[in-house]
């Protein structure tokens, strides 16, 4: 006869006899200088699992890649439905310009920029004349 009273009707984890549920870690990956996993779509899924806030950043951090994977976005982009939540747009870097001073330090004046699509324009309407 035991001690202790074992109630049959409780989950098996909650008797006295269950033994001690497993320890949940967190997948191992190495992880990038923003501690954003670095490897196969399957790691960088596993690492995020059902959390959003890890897919949002690993979301971002993939669209900002000159080459995202697909099935990676698509994944990630699923986990952040599942929550609700609208995945931020990927950020676009605005072209660079260059900037034309109106004037040299010498203070002459610098040329104008050529529109070469004008100057076409404009010798194709003379020789037509």
């Known amino acids: 006869m035991t001690s202790h009273y074992q109630n049959p009707y409780l989950p098996h984890t909650l008797r006295a006899d269950a033994p001690p549920p497993p320890v949940q870690r967190a997948p191992r990956v190495a992880v990038d200088t923003e501690g954003l996993p670095i490897g196969t779509a399957a790691q960088v899924l596993e690492w995020v699992g059902d959390d959003p806030a890890r897919a949002q950043a690993c979301l971002t951090k993939e ?67």
């Open 63 to 129: 669209q900002r890649d000159t080459r995202p994977r697909v099935s990676l976005v698509a994944n990630l982009k699923a986990v952040l439905k599942r929550h609700e939540i609208v995945p931020e747009p990927p950020v676009q870097l605005a072209p660079q310009i260059d900037v034309i001073p109106a004037e040299r330090a010498e203070g002459e004046p610098v040329e104008e920029p050529v529109n070469h699509l004008e100057v076409i324009r404009e010798r194709l309407r003379v020789e037509a004349q």
